[in-house]
């Protein structure tokens, strides 16, 4: 495995390096772009690699994928994934424990399935967006390009590139309602005709309306890149900084007999746990490497490489059950968890592009391997008392000191990958793939006796698309595709010697839809699918620390969504989704925070060439805090919420925006991580936002 992985290494350089001609935003590459073309800016993306690892046109991919751009990105003032996934239906966000992003996609809920530039990036973490290009979702299993996990579908996030010959100099600040403030920079610097420097730091005070809510993040990502002909290198290293705060939210109270729970009211701010002892934090490094190259005129050859070096840690008091309203009691319950992480990711890819007969083929031939090496240390605490009254409010102590969990793991996998796109005439185009993985994980639990644990998992992942165009901007597809997860879950954790001898779990989608590019620059889509799950586990709602075998489940649904310019001086992103996810053979037991009808619609009106306003609007129905098997799980209730924001263009140069949160300070639960851990939403605020580029 070693020597796979040096070999691979030898090859990789990190892209990074746009012509002086393009734009600064990376528009047609998604892994890390070289050379960047097409960029118009606006809410629409024309095209990706993700999707296939090959520049494709969005409209000939046969999946369901939302690109939220980075004009998106700036004009709705977004600052962390959690508020760029709630504006694309069909997510729903996790409350993460309070230290780190969490998803439900079509039903399955992942810390996991979160790429950089298409390479795995699954560590638990808050990601940042000051030197992301845009965010990618795409939906529906993706093991052929991604790997293992990613049932319910993948986030993937694009990095800024550097450009050749320009000095770009641009910098933002801003501060919200609460005390809240940040500020960014990024900087483009030639250092000869072919060679360049980009570096994007931020450093962010953070705050929100929490009672005790305190942090501070920082990092920086410088990143070089050098155009050598035929051959395009880079290198870039980012380190971050993340501390702050870990907020559980509020408890659920009991209802009538055989009601759902419902989420504590009237405690907006109100924090559940024990101020010192509730920390969460972070210190990454992450350098990456890439090479690609044009081996012939229909030939290219990419390589990449990626070390990340994650040390991590947090503090949890939280609500450990439902509120008692007569005596004012809310149990708690702790421990204390610290994470190591090391991951050596190794990716090669060849693409042919040839004419064969009357059909069109792009080739892609891939090879993946990597190492991730994880260290899990895990203590219980003794509480000063065990409850926390609703009326008094006086916080316990709390002693971390009981191992609970000590464990060292190394996972192993190795890859290979083949898919040909092929076009069959004008109006047809053909997808076929197929991806091995080999998975194997080794450990110890230290804990009391050591106890050494290994599986070895082997699997065949296919990828089956049909797309016919009746004409060049309207498309029609159907497409099969399957992922698994091996039973040491997604984090490595969770192997035992119960589970160890059990199948991965497996996920097989099956999506119909269409795509149709408008003349003026707008695109609607509209896709129905089936997403069925085998083997399926899920933390048991009574001791969410536990995961319990459910068999099956299964998620149906459609979406419709559309983004792009309506008028010249108009831009709408956005979309409509309905899920009925639950168990098979039981369509009474409903999947945890899984709304069947979530709605999100961003506008933009240029008022006139210096003024511009924004509106959008968030609904959510009801969701099911825990998977649903016992009549008194929490229901999260239905909530909307609209947003707004004003746009002045000072100078050329000097922009500024006021963007204003939950406008009608509706009173509402943003997330939820299980039956009495739920987030209030935050009342109305307001975010002044400057921006100045050179």
């Known amino acids: 495995m070693t020597k796979l992985l040096l070999a691979t290494a030898t090859l990789a350089l990190l892209p990074a390096l746009a012509p002086a001609a393009a734009a600064a935003a990376a528009e047609d590459e998604a892994n890390g772009p070289i050379i960047v073309t097409g960029h118009v800016g606006g809410y629409k ?18 999946q369901s994928i939302t690109v939220v751009t980075r004009d998106r990105l ?46 795995r990036d699954d560590v638990q973490y808050y990601r940042g967006l000051y030197n992301i290009e845009r965010v990618e979702v795409l939906k529906g299993p993706s093991a052929l390009i991604f790997g293992r996990g990613g049932g319910g579908g993948v986030i993937n996030r694009v990095q800024k590139t550097p450009i050749a010959g320009q000095v770009l100099t641009a910098a933002n600040a801003s501060v919200n309602s609460f005390g809240d403030w940040t500020v960014a920079a990024d900087v483009n610097l030639p250092l000869a ?86 920390r969460t934090g972070l210190t990454a490094h992450v350098v990456r490497a890439r090479a690609d190259g044009e ?169 089956l698309g049909l797309v016919l165009k009746p004409r060049e901007n309207v498309s029609i597809y159907g497409s099969f595709s399957k992922s698994f997860l091996p039973r040491s879950g997604e984090q490595f954790l969770s192997l035992s010697t119960t589970t160890q001898n059990l199948a991965p779990e497996s996920f ?90 979530q709605f999100a619609l961003w506008n933009r009106y240029d008022l006139t060439g210096r003024l511009g306003a924004g509106v959008g609007v968030v609904h959510q129905s009801s969701q099911f805090a825990a998977i649903r098997t016992l009549p008194t799980t929490t229901l999260v209730p239905a909530f909307t919420r609209v947003d707004a924001a004003v746009y002045a263009s000072l100078t050329p140069r000097i922009d500024l925006q006021v963007n204003i949160e939950n406008v009608l300070n509706t009173a509402y639960f943003a997330a939820a991580h299980n039956n009495d851990n739920i987030t209030p939403g935050a009342p109305r605020n307001a975010r002044l936002t400057l921006r100045v580029k050179y």
């Open 295 to 463: 081996l012939t005129d229909n030939l290219t050859w990419s390589n990449t490489l990626l070390y990340g070096d994650y040390d991590k840690y947090y503090g949890n008091v939280f609500a450990n059950g439902p509120a008692n309203l007569v005596t004012g009691a809310v149990p708690l319950g702790n421990y204390f968890d610290a994470t190591q992480r090391r991951n050596l990711i190794a990716q090669s890819n060849l693409v042919w592009k040839a004419r064969v007969g009357a059909i069109e083929n792009t080739l892609l031939l891939g090879l993946e391997a990597s190492n991730q090496h994880t260290a899990s240390q895990r203590l219980n605490g003794t509480l000063s008392a065990t409850t926390l009254n609703l009326q008094s409010l006086i916080y316990p102590t709390v002693v971390f000191s009981t191992p609970a969990r000590n464990t060292v793991s190394d996972v192993d996998v190795v890859s290979v990958y083949a898919q040909d796109q092929l076009g069959l005439g004008r109006h047809v185009d053909l997808l076929l793939g197929l991806r091995f993985d080999s998975f194997r994980i080794t450990g110890t639990d230290l804990l009391g006796t050591p106890r050494p644990f290994a599986r070895t998992d082997r699997s065949v992942s296919p990828r």
């Open 45 to 62: 993306a024309d095209s990706s690699s993700s999707a296939t690892r090959t520049d494709t046109p969005l409209i000939d991919v046969p």
């Open 74 to 119: 700036d004009d709705q003032a977004q600052l962390s994934m959690a508020e760029v996934l709630r504006y694309v239906p069909g997510t729903t966000v996790g409350q993460g424990e309070g230290n780190r992003d969490q998803i439900t996609l079509r039903g399955q809920n992942s810390t996991a399935d979160f790429f950089l530039d298409g390479v």
């Open 193 to 278: 005709a072919s060679t360049a420097l980009r570096v994007n730091g931020e450093y962010e005070q953070l705050r929100n309306h929490r009672d005790f809510y305190a942090g501070e993040r920082y990092a920086v990502n410088p990143t070089i890149g050098a155009d050598l002909g035929r051959w395009k290198v880079g290198l870039s290293y980012e380190y971050v900084k993340d501390d702050r705060v870990t907020d559980r939210g509020v408890p659920s109270v009991a209802t009538a007999t055989g009601q759902p729970n419902t989420p504590l009211t009237g405690y907006r701010d109100t924090f559940f746990g024990v101020p010192e002892a509730n």
């Open 508 to 597: 097989t989608n099956y999506e119909v839809g269409a795509k149709w590019d408008l003349p003026q620059g707008l695109s609607l889509t509209a896709a129905a699918f089936q997403l069925d799950r085998s083997n399926a586990t899920t933390p048991d709602p009574t001791n969410p620390v536990v995961s319990i075998n459910i068999g099956g489940t299964r998620t149906r649904g459609f979406e419709v969504g559309a983004s792009g310019r309506i008028l010249p001086q108009w831009q709408i992103s956005g979309g409509y989704t309905f899920q009925d996810a639950h168990l098979q053979g039981n369509d009474a037991v409903r999947l945890a925070q899984v709304p069947r009808h």
